[in-house]
T-cell receptor
Framework: DAKTTQPPSMDCAEGRAANLPCNHSTISGNEYVYWYRQIHSQGPQYIIHGLKNNETNEMASLIITEDRKSSTLILPHATLRDTAVYYCIVGSNDYKLSFGAGTTVTVRA | GAVVSQHPSWVICKSGTSVKIECRSLDFQATTMFWYRQFPKQSLMLMATSNEGSKATYEQGVEKDKFLINHASLTLSTLTVTSAHPEDSSFYIC???????????FGQGTRLTVV
């Protein structure tokens, strides 16, 4: 499975956009990029995923570079409830999702 | 989105006893489910892949005789922690996917405390 690299932590201001980077330089052609988040003591929550094209849903936008070696998750208007650990995961061919350390995002009022 | 439900949400058991955790996909069929374990301040660690109608595939270092997995139907997988000890105390989480190009949905997790 391709490995991902994320910054360990970041702060952002409430109401502002939060841009979370992820590097996945060894991603293969048929692997998806998934983003999940985990709020304390809960199971991970799906945010968004993509293969090549940029994606947007009600929660976030996912921007994938043309070479697919990196991506950015954008939370358009961060709220205090968005404080969580955010995981960028590259999907494997055998259905498994392996979690790295993630980015601890703290939204401050 | 699809719902994956775990039961119980938390359990306290005595050392040496066994505990069963259930994972159900409520509105879709999952031929494959996954079990994770998470210790405090750490990330999720994949323990095993549960395949409907066949034996589970365990990750390296996970004892298959201690963590028994049964996937008897397309909507239910169970994890039994046998002869539990305090070091097995952890947050256990399951997930399920319909297919490779769909997202995985996670249960709410089960907090196991062995005393």
């Amino acid at each position: 499975d391709a490995k991902t690299t994320q910054p360990p932590s970041m702060d952002c201001a409430e109401g502002r956009a939060a841009n979370l980077p992820c590097n996945h330089s060894t991603i293969s052609g048929n692997e998806y990029v998934y983003w999940y988040r985990q709020i304390h003591s809960q199971g991970p929550q799906y945010i968004i995923h993509g293969l090549k094209n940029n994606e947007t849903n009600e929660m976030a936008s996912l921007i994938i570079t043309e070479d697919r070696k990196s991506s950015t998750l954008i939370l358009p208007h961060a709220t205090l409830r968005d404080t969580a650990v955010y995981y960028c995961i590259v999907g494997s061919n055998d259905y498994k999702l392996s979690f790295g350390a993630g980015t601890t995002v703290t939204v401050r009022a | 989105g699809a719902v994956v439900s775990q039961h119980p949400s938390w359990v306290i058991c005595k050392s040496g006893t066994s505990v069963k955790i259930e994972c159900r996909s409520l509105d879709f069929q999952a031929t494959t489910m996954f079990w994770y374990r998470q210790f405090p301040k750490q990330s999720l660690m994949l323990m095993a892949t549960s395949n409907e109608g066949s034996k589970a595939t365990y990750e390296q270092g996970v004892e298959k005789d201690k963590f028994l997995i049964n996937h008897a139907s397309l909507t239910l997988s169970t994890l039994t922690v046998t002869s539990a000890h305090p070091e097995d105390s952890s947050f256990y989480i399951c997930s399920a996917r319909e297919s490779l190009d769909t997202e995985a949905f996670f249960g709410q997790g089960t907090r196991l405390t062995v005393v």
